[in-house]
Nanobody, 115 residues
């Protein structure tokens, strides 16, 4: 069974930065796509950034230019660097990995951005 463990969430002031990490129990390169989702209170879970096995990245419009998804092969992690954070970025952030039509989820990490 694949396990994904997120870390790096916390409380930050608007304009600040956080770096989230997702550690996988198998090689991150074994997945077709890995990504980050977020879910704000009372809202649906939304996809915000993805990285394919080939290294292609994609972002939702609201985070373009502020967030960067990347991989660390030495640590076997997928990371999300979040800069210029806004209060509307407050949410639980989830790591996701997809392989052979199967989707795996982490437990989530809370990000709170104060104004």
């Amino acid at each position: 069974q694949v396990q994904l463990v997120e870390s790096g969430g916390g409380l930050v002031q608007a304009g600040g930065s956080l770096r989230l990490s997702c550690a996988a129990s198998r090689s991150i390169f074994s997945f077709n796509v890995m990504g980050w989702y977020r879910q704000a209170p009372g809202k649906q879970r939304d996809l915000i950034a993805t990285i394919t096995s080939g290294g292609s990245t994609n972002y939702t419009d609201s985070v373009k230019g502020r967030f960067t998804i990347s991989r660390d092969s030495a640590k076997n992690t997928v990371n999300l660097q979040m800069n210029s954070l806004k209060p509307e970025d407050t949410a639980v952030y989830y790591c996701n990995a997809r392989r052979s039509f199967v989707s795996y989820w982490g437990q989530g990490t809370q990000v709170i951005v104060s104004s």
